[in-house]
């Protein structure tokens, strides 16, 4: 059985999630957002009975799915890098951040390590251009992040690193 | 109610959209997505035509925009035409492998550039397909993503279960950028794969099963007793209203 974190990914997780909610198409953003944030991504199964419950078509719920940037479809690490790619962070080096998170945890934008600890996306400006280069760790904000500082970011939450 | 069209007076219903009214008066103005039988869906942009009301000129959509008040329309200005030509060169952009696409940027003029051409593609992202699967009561494709990685898919890009094969997709698509093979008793479409039915008549493969059952399952069972092809029907149907006329004492 998977796991994302804690939270076991079982029909009935996801039955439970689905069936707080009346029979309604205009039900279906309210229970992806639930998903993904129970789960970090949005489980092809738990998809598949959205759909069955909502009564609307499956492609209809994967076409929103596939829209919004916020919703991944592949599994989310227990540890969710966003590292800011607006413009300020850009210019402050935010490239290379991505490049050392390659170097110590084997991950590109978008991937997710293998042991579904940790995974990676940039996000465009998160308006904390005074500390750019920001990097964003479970909702919590770092700033001015350097080679170094991000080593022990990474090993403040469980990382090892990869050299 | 009135309304003004390229200078003609024609008589519109309230509600009606501009493109229902213009195209009952046998004025048409040129779309990609718009198909009588769904309406106006308002996602190519080619049917913009300028409106004047109440003192004030705009462009809008005439597929989607309706006539609650006397108004006056005109169906081409050269801002319109330049919207057209740079609707018509952006697609054929993004559509490069389609005959229809390129027809239409020779006979709009559109000017040479150096966009990107998106080589291979054929769909120009009307939506014709997702409304008439839809229309069919199957929905087992939609438009997936966003931005330029747009495009139409079944979901996870798997053969979808919804799926009955009926084509209805390609067929009213208009740069033909649905791939179906047709092979013997096979159609394979959305990467699944159908087996065909007999026209019990001529013998010629005419549907899928699964399209069959569906219908069979929606519909009183008599309608679709006789499996036979388009053509094969019309010939029932000519023989039973000759026999009836025959019947007639009077004929």
């Not at chain 2, 199957?138 to 139409?152: E, L």
């Not at chain 2, 009213?172 to 394979?188: D, F, L, W």
């Amino acid at each position: 059985m998977a796991t994302n974190g804690n939270q076991l990914e079982t029909e009935e997780q996801f039955q439970e999630i689905i069936t707080r909610y009346p029979t309604e198409q205009r039900y279906i953003m309210p229970i992806m957002h639930d998903l993904r944030n129970r789960y970090h991504y949005l489980p092809r199964k738990a998809l598949e009975m959205a759909a069955a419950h909502l009564q609307v078509p499956l492609s209809q719920v994967y076409s929103m799915a596939t829209f919004y940037k916020a919703f991944s479809l592949i599994p989310r690490g227990r540890v969710r890098l966003k590292t800011c790619d607006g413009t300020t962070c850009h210019i402050k080096g935010s490239q290379t951040i991505i490049e050392e998170v390659y170097k110590n945890l084997g991950i590109r934008p978008g991937e997710t390590t293998p042991d579904r600890e940790f995974s990676l996306e940039t996000v465009n400006c998160i308006g904390a251009c005074a500390i750019a280069p920001a990097l964003i760790v479970n909702d919590k904000v770092y700033g001015k992040v350097t080679a170094a500082s991000l080593k022990t970011i990474i090993r403040e939450y469980g990382g090892r690193e990869n050299e | 109610m009135k309304m003004r069209i390229d200078g003609r007076e024609i008589e519109v219903r309230s509600g009606e959209t501009i493109m229902e009214a213009a195209r009952r008066a046998g004025i048409s103005i040129p779309a990609l997505c718009y198909h009588e039988a769904f309406g106006g869906q308002g996602h190519c942009r080619m049917c913009m035509v300028e409106v004047q009301a109440g003192g004030v000129t705009r462009l809008v959509v005439s597929c989607t925009y309706p006539v609650t008040r006397e108004v006056e329309v005109k169906t081409s200005t050269p801002a319109i035409e330049k919207i057209r030509r740079d609707i018509v060169t952006l697609l054929y952009k993004r559509a490069p492998d389609s005959d229809f696409m390129e027809r239409l940027y020779h006979s709009y003029g559109c000017s040479d550039n150096t966009l990107h051409a998106n080589l291979g593609e054929r769909c120009i992202m009307c939506r014709l397909c997702v409304r008439a699967c839809e229309e069919m009561g199957v929905s087992a494709i939609a438009a997936v993503s966003r931005g330029t990685d747009k495009r139409i898919a079944t979901p996870y890009d798997e053969a979808s279960p919804d799926c009955i094969g009926c084509g209805a997709c390609a067929d009213i698509c208009p740069t033909g950028a649905i791939e179906v093979i047709e092979k013997g008793s096979r159609r394979v479409i959305w990467n699944k794969v159908f087996e065909m039915a007999d026209c019990q008549r001529c013998g010629r493969p005419f549907a899928t099963l699964a399209q069959l059952e569906y219908l069979e399952s929606r519909l009183d069972r008599d309608v679709v007793k006789q499996r036979l092809c388009s053509n094969c029907r019309r010939k029932e149907v000519v023989g039973k209203v000759r026999r009836y006329n025959a019947s007639l004492p009077f004929v």
